[in-house]
T-cell receptor, first 110, second 116 residues
Framework: SQQGEEDPQALSIQEGENATMNCSYK?????LQWYRQNSGRGLVHLIL?????REKHSGRLRVTLDTSKKSSSLLITASRAADTASYFC??????????FGSGTRLQVQP | DAGVIQSPRHEVTEMGQEVTLRCKPI?????LFWYRQTMMRGLELLIY????????DSGMPEDRFSAKMPNASFSTLKIQPSEPRDSAVYFC??????????????FGPGTRLTVT
């Protein structure tokens, strides 16, 4: 069973809009990562935020982390059709292996 | 670098048959992970290795599943005998851990297994 939950499960937006996905977890973590999975493909790492960081940016991606609420959010600004994919949060509880969330399916309409 | 390589990409087999999935991690990476992805259960960690040694196999569902890593450049996941509920996409990933933090994992393209 998963220890991470994401919402929404699915999100459909228009090109140019922003997309926000949320992740919650239950245990203390060393870091939290976000991955993207295109249909029929493996996961691709997007960004990592450490437990002592609150916000991180990478291009059009912005990640926040609130360890007191055990939650994180991923914001994709100015979305493009190519951003259509499933997005997963994954957290490291200190055992080197990652626990993945349930994922958000993002559909960006051109 | 070619990335993580998995074979076969697709496998269709009959219940009761043995299935072997193969993985070649990225050269120099010291961690290797096997995951299973299904619609019902999402992405589950099955087992992972550090420097070819199995560290945690608590995610392996049953004794029918076994994994080996005979050297730094090759790992196998075997299911014997296979059952229809084993149908899933199996991913291999590798990572280079630096310091106390896990770093990003690099995933292979996956093996789609169908057991009829």
């Amino acid at each position: 069973s998963q220890q991470g939950e994401e919402d929404p499960q699915a999100l459909s937006i228009q090109e140019g809009e922003n997309a926000t996905m949320n992740c919650s977890y239950k245990t203390s973590i060393n870091n939290l990562q976000w991955y993207r999975q295109n249909s029929g493909r493996g996961l691709v790492h997007l960004i990592l935020i450490r437990s002592n960081e609150r916000e991180k940016h990478s291009g059009r991606l912005r990640v926040t982390l609130d360890t007191s609420k055990k939650s994180s959010s991923l914001l994709i600004t100015a979305s493009r059709a190519a951003d259509t994919a499933s997005y997963f949060c994954a957290f490291d509880t200190g055992r080197r292996a990652l626990t993945f969330g349930s994922g958000t399916r993002l559909q960006v309409q051109p | 670098d070619a990335g993580v390589i998995q074979s076969p990409r697709h496998e269709v087999t009959e219940m009761g048959q043995e299935v072997t999935l193969r993985c070649k991690p990225i050269s120099g990476h010291d961690y290797l992970f096997w995951y299973r992805q299904t619609m019902m259960r999402g992405l589950e960690l099955l087992i992972y290795f550090n420097n070819n040694v199995p560290i945690d196999d608590s995610g392996m569902p049953e004794d029918r599943f076994s994994a080996k890593m005979p050297n730094a450049s090759f790992s196998t996941l075997k299911i014997q005998p296979s059952e229809p509920r084993d149908s899933a996409v199996y991913f291999c990933a590798s990572s280079l851990a630096l310091g106390q933090y896990s770093y990003e994992q690099y995933f292979g393209p996956g093996t789609r297994l169908t057991v009829t």
